[in-house]
């Protein structure tokens, strides 16, 4: 099947992933025209401009996928609305820098994830569930394709990335359960093509327990699973941490991989750390690297709207230093933006922090890619 009908069967246009019947819907739409430039009405135009992206991706570059999802998440949902509300903020804001505006422009949009919110893995339905959402979907109830968002994710970001080696995919997603699915599709691109993949992880939470109350996938788990996915635990790099009821070393020895604790972060600064996680990334044999961000890395001042703020973290520009230093020394190959949850905030606290995220995916859009 050609990989245009795949994204057309797996995702919906960008800001059109979440189902709604109703309420909410005419806005919806008048978002997907607007970030696809659609003045008409006509259903057929607006996925005829959605078709023109997916002709982008011949051209390598970045690449923008949305999961507006959030049933992997904790005890304070809304993430569902972060990729929405980032998408919204690139293409209206006045806020945003010159050179973030022009990443975002020019990237391709490849879609939503059409998302099924009462599902989380296609591995946790039963066959009859399958069965039946898939008859939905696809109007085929003997089909194999994936019904639950995390599946859904994963196949379509594993399409984007066997087909187009020099696309840079980029996914805005709500809860951070949704990264195992972009992290693992990177990694088999990479090994795919005899390269080793790094992980840089800013958050400020490990993610490292393997199962949440007997789930395997899970706001908290999904970066255990990367680390079993990968060559070396050594490469995975967590940079921020500062909430969780293990020490750093206990962290280190049970699960490999190198942290930077938040109070490190603030006194060495983001030449330091930067240094030391090139330096980290580099003995564990690493080629390129996928930069993973959860929101509440930073400050609860700089990201009050998500689901977990935490104070005593690092700032914006902390994260964009040290992105830029890495992407110095490696291709970022693939990224993610997790856990921005608009509502959770007073209205100042909601742009500040969409304000950030969205410098903080475009500092990962004009990092090097390999050629």
Same mark, same amino acid.
């Given at each position: ?9 797996y ?5 059109a +992933?979440?189902?709604l019947f ?16 659609v ?6 135009? &607006?996925?005829?401009?959605?078709? %023109?992206q ?13 999961l507006? #999802?959030?049933?992997g ?12 509300a980032?998408l919204?903020?690139?293409a209206?804001?006045g ?8 990443? #975002?422009?020019?990237?391709a ?8 919110? @009462? ?16 008859r939905a ?5 003997t ?25 840079r &995919?980029?996914?805005? =997603? ?15 691109r990479?090994?795919?093509? +005899? @390269? ?9 939470? /490990? ?9 395997k996938?899970?706001?908290? /788990? ?5 680390? @079993?996915?990968l ?8 940079i921020? =941490? ?16 190198t942290? #930077?604790?938040a ?14 996680? =090139?330096?980290?990334?580099k %003995? ?9 961000w959860?929101i ?12 977990t703020p ?6 914006a520009? #902390?994260?964009?230093?040290? /992105?830029?230093?890495i ?12 856990e ?30 390999p050629?």
């Open positions: 099947m050609d990989i245009r009908r795949d994204l057309e069967r995702l919906r246009p960008p800001g +992933g979440r189902a109703s309420t909410g819907l005419q806005e919806q739409g008048r978002l997907s025209r607007q970030l696809l430039g003045r008409s009405l006509d259903d057929e135009q &607006l996925f005829e401009a959605w078709r %023109a997916h002709l982008r991706l011949n051209m390598g570059g970045n690449a923008i996928l949305g507006p #999802f959030d049933t998440s904790g005890s304070r949902r809304g993430s569902a609305e972060g990729p929405n980032m919204r903020f690139f209206n804001e806020s945003l820098t010159p050179e973030a505006y022009r990443a #975002f422009q020019g990237a949009l490849v879609g939503d994830v059409r998302v099924v919110p @009462q599902l989380l893995h296609d591995d946790a339905c039963s066959a009859d569930v399958l069965r039946e959402v898939r979907l696809y109007d085929d109830p089909c194999d394709d994936p019904v639950a968002p995390l599946s859904v994710a994963e196949e379509a970001a594993r399409r984007v990335m066997q087909r187009h080696s020099q696309v &995919l980029i996914a805005l =997603i709500g809860d951070h359960s949704g990264s195992y699915a972009i992290a693992r599709a990177s990694i088999e990479a090994r795919r093509l +005899g @390269q080793k993949l790094g992980v840089v992880h800013f958050d400020a939470h /490990t993610d490292m327990v393997d199962y949440r109350l007997g789930v996938w899970a706001y908290s /788990t999904w970066a255990y699973w990367v680390l @079993q996915e060559h070396d635990p050594r490469a995975f790099v967590q921020g =941490i500062r909430a969780t009821t293990k020490s750093q070393a206990q962290w280190q020895a049970e699960r490999g991989m942290q #930077f604790w109070p490190e972060c603030l006194e060495r600064g983001a030449d330091a750390i930067a240094d030391d996680t =090139i330096a980290a990334l %003995a564990a044999g690493v080629d390129v690297v996928h930069i993973d959860d509440d890395g930073l400050d609860a001042a700089e990201a009050p709207a998500t689901g935490e104070p005593g973290g690092y700032s520009g #902390f994260g964009m230093r040290v /992105t830029e230093r992407g110095a020394h490696f291709p970022v190959v693939s990224g993610v933006m997790a921005v949850a608009p509502f959770l905030a007073d209205r100042n606290g909601a742009r500040r922090t969409l304000n950030n995220a969205c410098e903080l995916v475009a500092c990962m859009m004009r990092a090097p890619f050629t």
